[in-house]
């Protein structure tokens, strides 16, 4: 039986895509570089920055753009990346509030994108136990609270798992692009389209007068597979990795023209924009292709970009989770987080301030296609619990980006302190029993979870 919205309520206070793995062994060395897991790692030509900033002055709330771009890896050019993949981001980065640790929620757009408008996990939401998930209505969207608050919120996408009723709720203004069918792929490319459908949504939705503040969302796919090449990119090769640049680099153009755009709106300047992405994507690491299944550091470790007026540009090298972009959105659009939310508003960090680090959570819950996952990052480690946590891997990932040496038996006291409080934070996510027919993959005999 479904929840009831009041339960929710009082219980708050308290991928698009496919996969395919391989048995071989890991084969991304010389095509794709690890991800900077932090500013250690970057090359010398990539100084690190102070994380201490000046705080700024009194701010007014905003309106909040959200540009997701799917699959997009943490190992981009700002972060070392040898090619020049993205240019306009590359600049913008050098203009925001660059958070160089962040992690999504999952390693597929199913488990990342609602729970990120959420503020929850995706083991906890009432769902269907399918791998494109049906979220159910009693989970509280961040449009819902911004509608009770008198704002509104706007959506356009380019993926048919966007037609998904459940990823339309609680948006005011909802478009998918014209001729968007599900065909794996998908017809592409989109990106110049989705910029000029969003610029005619945000448009139509802005306030000049800055009394009902907008939040949109805009969810970027040409990085997804299957990648192809367009005729104005730059030739980096014919491999699946020099082909996903090339997507990476056609999506970076058509993101910087829509960026450009919102600044020079008369609201541009009351606007707040936040860069990442869904999940990231393998190019052989640890025998996988794509993106989904596990919770690798390519798969979960992603940019995070805010361009927020008033907040100086600047490196935080703590680790953070896409869980506190929800209460960070409704902070920065000055609407009260009520009922609270698992995350923590990220705002005076961003403004300056230095927040304690937390232990980060990524969570694939169980589907029909794909076996349970977890994993923490606490400071440099990382432990992942596969299955119904039978088995552990723990990785040091500032020095170990690729996680090719696991650490559970060559430092034991360590892995102990990492499994309590694995244990500690999976007591506090309570396990919502997954509704209608779906065989969830390895479940034990009657668990629906």
Known sequence: MRRTMALLLAGLASGCSTSQSTAGAQTDAAAAPAPAASVAALPSSVPPEPDAAPPAPAREALNVVLILIDSMR????????????????????????????????????????????????????????????????ENLFLGERLKAAGHRAVATHAHSYFYNKSMQQGFDDY??????????????????????????????????????????????????????????????????RDRYDGEIWFTDRAVGDLIAWIEKQPWGKRTAVIVSADHGECFGEHGQIRHGYELWESLIHVPLLFLVPGAAPRRIHTPRSHIDLAPTILDLMGVEVTPPLRGQSLVSELFGSSLPPRPIVADLSRDNLQDRRRAIIDGDLKLIARGDDERWLMYDVVKDPKERTTLTEKRPDEFRRMKKLYDELSAGIPNEEVHGDAVLKNAPPGRRW
């Open 74 to 137: 943490a190992d981009m050019p700002w972060a070392g990346y040898r090619r020049k993949t993205a240019p306009r981001l590359t600049a913008l980065e050098k203009r925001s509030v660059s958070y160089t640790r962040a992690y999504s929620l999952s390693s597929v757009t199913a488990r990342s994108a609602a729970p990120l408008l959420v503020g929850k996990y995706a083991s906890e939401m009432p769902r269907n136990g399918y791998f494109f998930t049906q979220w159910y209505p």
């Open 175 to 240: 478009a998918i692009l014209p001729g968007t069918i599900y065909d794996d792929p998908e017809p592409k490319p989109t990106s110049e389209r989705l910029t000029a459908a969003a610029k005619r949504m945000l448009a139509k939705n802005a306030d000049p007068g800055g009394q009902r503040r907008m939040f949109a969302y805009f969810h970027f796919m040409d990085p997804h597979h299957e990648y192809i090449e367009h005729d104005d990119a730059p030739d980096f090769g014919e491999e699946p």
